[in-house]
């Protein structure tokens, strides 16, 4: 079988990623994975111009996982300053979840974030929800923080909330 490959995204990539983040957040086609948001929020999870904004920042950019023709996955990751990364959209392709991929892309995004950011800790936001994805984060290394952050309400650009009370809870992974 072809070997996945794991490069920097391209705006000509931002078609492929806009259908693989949405079918693994969101919708029916999500729930084919083992977690999804689609218990928690409608209406979409990105756009093709958020997606451009962020390969045009030189703060951000999008890891994506390539077999042959077939795009499996996607990390993006940030650099929040103070030696502290981010990492989020997280997506691997429903129907491939569960072999591996998640975790390879986390590493490769651990490892880009250190080699180009100079980060020595990585955050992330991750509903409370969710139990079985934090279950996973604990087990990568994951600890929480004790913050938390509002969900943006009343910005389509980011979903349609399905319930009221939505915020994130902060993880951190120690990279040194
Ligand atoms: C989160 C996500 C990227 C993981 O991708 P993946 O390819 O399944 O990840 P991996 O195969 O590397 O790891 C999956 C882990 O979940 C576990 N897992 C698999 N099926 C599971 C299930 N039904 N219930 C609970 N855990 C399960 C695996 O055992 C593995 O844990 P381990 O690494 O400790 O062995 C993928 O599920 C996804 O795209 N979800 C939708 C988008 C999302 O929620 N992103 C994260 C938002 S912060």
Excluded: K, N
């Excluded at 111009?49 to 499996?72: F, H, N």
């Excluded at 300053?81 to 979840?97: A, D, I, K, R």
């Excluded at 250190?114 to 980060?119: L, N």
């Amino acid at each position: 079988m072809t070997e996945i490959t794991i490069r920097d995204a391209t705006v000509a990539d931002i078609p492929d990623l806009h259908a693989l983040i949405q079918s693994a957040y969101r919708g029916e086609a999500s729930r084919a994975g083992w977690t999804t948001e689609a218990d928690l929020l409608d209406g979409q999870r990105t756009d093709p111009e958020d997606l451009a904004s962020v390969l045009a920042d030189p703060a951000q950019a999008l890891l994506v996982a390539w077999r042959g023709e077939t795009l499996l996955g996607c990390i993006l990751i940030a650099d929040r300053g103070g030696e502290t990364g981010y990492f989020g959209m997280l997506s691997v392709s429903p129907t491939l979840q569960g072999g591996g991929l998640g975790r390879r892309l986390i590493e490769a995004a651990h490892a880009a974030l250190a080699d180009r950011f100079g980060a020595r800790r990585v955050r992330i936001q991750v509903f409370p929800q969710r139990e079985t994805l934090i279950a996973w984060y604990l087990r990568l290394g994951y600890a929480p923080t004790g913050e938390t952050v509002p969900f943006p309400y009343g910005d389509p650009r980011f979903g349609l909330p399905l319930r009221d009370d939505l915020q994130f809870i902060v993880m951190e992974y120690g990279l040194v």
